[in-house]
């Protein structure tokens, strides 16, 4: 694995390992966590409406917390591109860093040489720089995506 790859693992990691230990300080804290319905915030468990999805790109929120950045906060989502689908030309308001757990897909990042990238790699994408990703398979990708974003801001933006 090269360094990279495994300092983006190591991150990827360390964000989800946040996750977890925020939301079990915030229980113990008696304030809400990513799975407590709160008025006007998007509920883990349901696909997230302005997430630049497309027919073949699923976005599932499994998590939400506060960041120490101000005005940040990182969200866990499971993410699903079916077979032959496109996630489609987007932005997000901060950096995702994403794990994928099963199948192989093109990213395609502006500016970078188009990558495959298999069950077991890493990426990083930088704040609002324009991506897309194809599964080329017969399966379907999934992936667990960190998105350590601006808050009020939506998960992604489609882009030209």
């Known amino acids: 694995m090269s360094l990279i790859r495994r300092a983006s ?3 990827l990691l360390c964000s989800s390992a ?3 230990f925020s939301q079990s300080a915030l229980a113990q804290a008696g304030m809400p966590q990513a799975g407590t319905p709160q008025a006007g915030m998007p509920q883990p ?3 997230q409406p302005g997430a630049a999805q497309t027919g073949g790109l699923s976005r599932t929120m499994v998590g939400k917390a506060d960041v120490s950045v101000p005005g940040r906060e990182a969200v866990v989502a499971k993410v699903e591109v079916a077979p032959g689908s496109r996630a489609g030309r987007h932005t997000h308001p901060g950096d ?5 757990s099963e199948g192989e897909v093109d990213l395609l990042i502006d500016g970078q040489p188009p990558r495959t990238l298999k069950a077991g790699e890493s990426f990083v994408v930088p704040a609002g720089v324009i991506h897309d990703a194809h599964n080329a ?7 667990i995506g960190v998105y350590v974003v601006e808050k009020g801001k939506p998960l992604a933006t489609p882009a030209p």
């Open 18 to 20: 946040f996750m977890l």
């Open 137 to 143: 398979s017969n399966g379907t990708v999934k992936l």
């Open 9 to 11: 693992f190591s991150s």
């Open 96 to 100: 995702e860093i994403s794990y994928i």
């Open 45 to 47: 468990g349901a696909a």
